[in-house]
Nanobody
Protein backbone atom coordinates (compact mmCIF):
# COMPACT_ATOMS: atom_id res chain seq x y z
CA UNK A 1 0.00 0.00 0.00
CA UNK A 2 1.17 3.51 -0.82
CA UNK A 3 -0.28 6.57 0.88
CA UNK A 4 -0.14 9.98 -0.81
CA UNK A 5 -1.19 13.13 1.02
CA UNK A 6 -2.32 16.32 -0.67
CA UNK A 7 -4.17 19.54 0.07
CA UNK A 8 -1.69 21.28 2.32
CA UNK A 9 -0.84 24.94 1.91
CA UNK A 10 -0.80 28.38 3.46
CA UNK A 11 -3.90 29.60 5.29
CA UNK A 12 -4.59 32.56 7.53
CA UNK A 13 -5.44 32.09 11.21
CA UNK A 14 -9.11 31.24 11.60
CA UNK A 15 -9.22 29.71 8.14
CA UNK A 16 -9.97 26.18 6.98
CA UNK A 17 -8.16 23.53 5.01
CA UNK A 18 -8.82 19.93 4.02
CA UNK A 19 -5.97 17.50 3.54
CA UNK A 20 -6.42 14.16 1.81
CA UNK A 21 -4.67 10.82 1.94
CA UNK A 22 -5.17 8.52 -1.04
CA UNK A 23 -4.27 4.86 -0.72
CA UNK A 24 -3.16 2.73 -3.63
CA UNK A 25 -1.89 -0.79 -3.94
CA UNK A 26 -3.18 -3.60 -1.74
CA UNK A 27 -6.31 -1.81 -0.66
CA UNK A 28 -9.67 -3.38 -0.15
CA UNK A 29 -9.21 -4.31 3.46
CA UNK A 30 -10.51 -2.24 6.31
CA UNK A 31 -7.78 -0.72 8.41
CA UNK A 32 -7.66 1.93 11.05
CA UNK A 33 -6.34 5.17 9.59
CA UNK A 34 -4.89 8.11 11.42
CA UNK A 35 -3.43 11.56 10.94
CA UNK A 36 -0.26 12.74 12.69
CA UNK A 37 1.60 16.02 12.49
CA UNK A 38 5.11 17.18 13.17
CA UNK A 39 6.02 20.79 13.80
CA UNK A 40 9.60 22.06 13.44
CA UNK A 41 11.70 21.00 16.40
CA UNK A 42 8.92 18.90 17.89
CA UNK A 43 8.05 15.22 17.99
CA UNK A 44 5.41 13.73 15.73
CA UNK A 45 2.05 13.70 17.47
CA UNK A 46 -1.27 12.01 16.80
CA UNK A 47 -4.14 14.22 15.70
CA UNK A 48 -7.07 11.98 14.78
CA UNK A 49 -7.98 8.34 14.21
CA UNK A 50 -10.84 6.71 12.36
CA UNK A 51 -11.67 3.11 13.17
CA UNK A 52 -12.67 1.71 9.81
CA UNK A 53 -15.75 -0.44 9.85
CA UNK A 54 -17.02 1.00 13.09
CA UNK A 55 -16.65 4.53 11.73
CA UNK A 56 -15.81 5.72 15.19
CA UNK A 57 -13.26 8.47 15.64
CA UNK A 58 -10.81 9.77 18.21
CA UNK A 59 -9.23 13.21 18.41
CA UNK A 60 -6.34 14.72 20.29
CA UNK A 61 -7.39 17.50 22.67
CA UNK A 62 -5.84 20.08 20.38
CA UNK A 63 -8.05 18.91 17.51
CA UNK A 64 -11.39 18.38 19.27
CA UNK A 65 -14.14 20.62 18.00
CA UNK A 66 -12.02 21.94 15.12
CA UNK A 67 -10.86 18.94 13.08
CA UNK A 68 -12.90 16.17 11.48
CA UNK A 69 -11.50 12.90 10.13
CA UNK A 70 -13.53 11.02 7.55
CA UNK A 71 -13.11 8.25 5.03
CA UNK A 72 -14.38 7.65 1.51
CA UNK A 73 -14.23 3.88 1.02
CA UNK A 74 -15.00 4.04 -2.69
CA UNK A 75 -12.06 6.39 -3.29
CA UNK A 76 -9.73 4.73 -0.73
CA UNK A 77 -9.18 8.18 0.68
CA UNK A 78 -9.05 9.58 4.19
CA UNK A 79 -9.63 13.26 4.85
CA UNK A 80 -8.83 15.67 7.64
CA UNK A 81 -11.00 18.76 7.61
CA UNK A 82 -9.43 21.50 9.70
CA UNK A 83 -11.31 24.60 10.82
CA UNK A 84 -10.47 27.57 13.02
CA UNK A 85 -6.82 27.01 12.27
CA UNK A 86 -4.19 28.52 14.55
CA UNK A 87 -0.51 29.29 13.99
CA UNK A 88 0.34 26.41 16.33
CA UNK A 89 -1.33 24.02 13.85
CA UNK A 90 1.56 24.67 11.46
CA UNK A 91 3.22 21.34 10.77
CA UNK A 92 3.77 18.59 8.24
CA UNK A 93 0.68 16.39 8.33
CA UNK A 94 1.10 12.66 7.75
CA UNK A 95 -1.44 9.90 7.32
CA UNK A 96 -0.71 6.49 8.77
CA UNK A 97 -2.27 3.13 8.07
CA UNK A 98 -2.31 1.60 11.51
CA UNK A 99 -3.00 -1.92 10.32
CA UNK A 100 -0.15 -2.03 7.80
CA UNK A 101 2.23 0.35 9.54
CA UNK A 102 2.57 2.49 6.42
CA UNK A 103 3.22 6.26 6.41
CA UNK A 104 2.57 8.81 3.73
CA UNK A 105 5.20 11.36 2.70
CA UNK A 106 3.44 14.26 4.42
CA UNK A 107 1.92 17.55 3.34
CA UNK A 108 2.89 20.95 4.74
CA UNK A 109 0.24 23.07 6.44
CA UNK A 110 1.24 26.62 7.36
CA UNK A 111 -1.07 28.90 9.33
CA UNK A 112 0.13 32.48 9.13
CA UNK A 113 -1.06 35.95 8.32
Amino acid sequence: VQLVESGGGLVEPGGSLRVSCAASGATGSTYTMSWFRQAPGKEREGVAVIYTGADSTYYAESAKGRFTISQDYARNTVYLEMNSLRPEDTAVYYCFDVGLGVWGQGTQVTVSS
